[in-house]
T-cell receptor
Framework: DQQVKQNSPSLSVQEGRISILNCDYT??????FLWYKKYPAEGPTFLISISSIKDKNEDGRFTVFLNKSAKHLSLHIVPSQPGDSAVYFCAASANDMRFGAGTRLTVKP | DAGVIQSPRHEVTEMGQEVTLRCKPISGHDYLFWYRQTMMRGLELLIY????????DSGMPEDRFSAKMPNASFSTLKIQPSEPRDSAVYFC???????????FGQGTRLTVV
């Protein structure tokens, strides 16, 4: 049972534009949400997180939005840079940590 | 700290053989997670431990899979007997608390032929 879903396997954007990655979850017990970035042949690395008591968290070019009523979160990257090209995983936690299938982001120069 | 350390980085084995993957978490971290990365399901949680105790192993695909954490600095994931469909990248991660950032190892790429 996939409790965390990333329905877009890939996304391509132009350098300088905004990248929006989406994630949906089904378990209302999740109270902490994270985004990870993964390069080939490496483990995922933490990018940004948000607690369920907030609806927005910003860190430089990265902003995560949480809509609890819709059980939806998104990651905005602006402006997008070629170095942002990677696979992005959404994760949700209620002590355990469940991941989505990932979205491959390609930022074109 | 050197981070989460997994060994081996690559493992090629024949079908039917036993495979053991190893993980050393970051010192002081109370949670340890084992994941399997597949194209279809992304990072699939297999099992996680809190203070060396298995909390949820519902993600372990079959009885052929087992995991142990004999002490706070070591965990193993064993597959016996291995099958070609077990071929994947297996990640170990640790975190200092339940709802905090988890730190990943570099993974073990397993190929069962």
């Amino acid at each position: 049972d996939q409790q965390v879903k990333q329905n877009s396997p890939s996304l391509s954007v132009q350098e300088g534009r905004i990248s929006i990655l989406n994630c949906d979850y089904t378990n209302s017990m999740f109270d902490y949400f994270l985004w990870y970035k993964k390069y080939p042949a490496e483990g995922p690395t933490f990018l940004i997180s948000i607690s369920s008591i907030k609806d927005k968290n910003e860190d430089g070019r990265f902003t995560v939005f949480l809509n609890k009523s819709a059980k939806h979160l998104s990651l905005h990257i602006v402006p997008s840079q070629p170095g942002d090209s990677a696979v992005y995983f959404c994760a949700a936690s209620a002590n355990d940590m469940r991941f989505g299938a990932g979205t491959r982001l390609t930022v074109k120069p | 700290d050197a981070g989460v350390i997994q060994s081996p980085r690559h493992e090629v084995t024949e079908m039917g053989q036993e495979v053991t993957l190893r993980c050393k978490p970051i010192s002081g971290h109370d949670y340890l997670f084992w994941y399997r990365q597949t194209m279809m399901r992304g990072l699939e949680l297999l099992i996680y431990f809190n203070n060396n105790v298995p909390i949820d192993d519902s993600g372990m695909p079959e009885d052929r899979f087992s995991a142990k954490m004999p002490n706070a600095s070591f965990s193993t994931l064993k597959i016996q007997p291995s099958e070609p469909r077990d071929s994947a990248v297996y990640f170990c991660a640790s975190s200092p608390g339940g709802n905090t950032e988890a730190f990943f190892g570099q993974g073990t790429r397993l190929t069962v032929v």
